[in-house]
């Protein structure tokens, strides 16, 4: 007697199928039927667990974040019990960055959906969330940093942590086109942690 597939693996699959058409083509001309197909599964059941087209697409969106937070909280702990504020800081950028496969497969399936990002609020809503929640949470850091004497006096927190957040961004293009190497981007990470995390 086949397996049945609980509720969340059934999600997954689905997810997996939008990722994967992304990956291939971008999501502009992705349908219903073509998700389906991807998938394995009717067309019927794709609208059960998530609903209409743009259900999915946001459904696959929330669970690709997910598994991003779990695979980026895996390797800051690997940074050990007690990492420096700039380790943190530096894992943070570092995890933006498509350093591997699954990050590179990732920011692809994202740039996939940035003009989704701009023309569609719920997909709005959850970029922008991610995004300046990274950036709030590097400048809390660099303040905290600056509190510690591990920051010079001149460094504004909220300007550093939007820069060095969307540094990072901008690095992660020229990589995911092939302009820029891991070790150079990550040698430009660590010049501008020199320059913050420089005391006075």
């Known amino acids: 007697m086949p397996r049945q597939v609980d509720h969340d693996e059934r999600r997954r699959q689905i ?12 999501l502009e001309q992705v349908t219903l039927r073509q998700v389906a197909a991807e998938a394995d599964v009717s067309a019927r059941l794709l609208q059960y667990y998530f609903g209409t087209r ?5 459904g696959a969106l929330e669970i690709l974040n997910a598994d991003a937070e779990r695979q980026a909280k895996g390797r800051m702990a690997e940074l050990g019990e007690s990492p420096s504020i700039r ?8 995890e933006m960055l498509p350093l591997d ?12 959906y940035f003009v989704r990002f701009l023309t569609e609020p719920a997909l709005m809503a959850v970029a922008e969330a991610a995004t300046s929640g990274l950036a709030d949470l590097v400048t809390d ?3 905290a940093a600056h509190t510690l004497g591990q920051v010079p006096d001149h460094v504004e927190p909220a300007v550093e942590g939007a820069f060095l957040t969307a540094g990072a961004e901008g690095l992660q293009t020229r990589m995911l086109l092939s302009q820029l190497s891991s070790d150079d981007a990550i040698a430009i990470i660590d010049r501008q942690l020199d320059r913050v995390f420089t005391t006075a």
Do not use: K, S
């Open 141 to 143: 850091l660099i303040a």
């Open 87 to 94: 380790a943190v800081v530096r894992g943070i950028l570092l």
């Open 54 to 58: 743009d259900q999915v697409l946001l």
């Open 15 to 26: 997810a997996e199928a939008v990722w994967r058409l992304a990956m291939r083509g971008g």
């Open 101 to 112: 496969q699954e990050r590179r497969d990732r920011h692809t399936v994202y740039a996939a």
